[in-house]
């Protein structure tokens, strides 16, 4: 059995009829069963924002750095509860589209996706992120490609990351620096 937020809608609802007919609990109309649900499932949202790992929360600081409204950040959590596909392609192109929050705003759902895109690249290392989305303006991988080494000192100084990795020069590839874990 999952944790709140990580069963579906429908597995909640069938565990509330399967309670009410053994007498566990007592029936309630369905409007409010969903109203339940609905709120549940907000508050699921909220947990996994406001819950902190290590003293960070990646989930919270990746979504505020590409989804700066909170209403569509706790929608965007939402959205994974519920996805009950197995394709994350589908939940991409059909199932957040779909939610109001994002309906006829696909750039919104580009912004998640490139920054989970830019998190798996630099290492889940926030800062570097939020410091290539917002203040670099990247709306796209291949715009990486574009960034010089100066660019990339710059980044790496502000983001925070000097002390975790180093800047080695590469002098035959399009892209000239790279940026490497520190060893010891």
Known sequence: ??????????EIRRSISKSVAQHIIQARSDSDVSAFLSALARMAAKGILGTKVQGSNQVAELLANVLPDESKRDAFVQAIASFEGKDFRDFWSKHVPSLPEFRDKPELVQRVLLGQQITMLVGNHQPMVG??????KIGSVAELFELGENDWRDIVMKAGVQSRFRLIPRR???LSISIRFRQG
């Not at 059995?1 to 429908?10: A, D, I, Q, S, T």
């Open 1 to 10: 059995m999952g944790g709140v937020g990580k069963e579906n809608p429908n």
């Open 131 to 136: 410091e290539l989305i917002e203040a670099r």
């Open 172 to 174: 035959k590839e399009p």
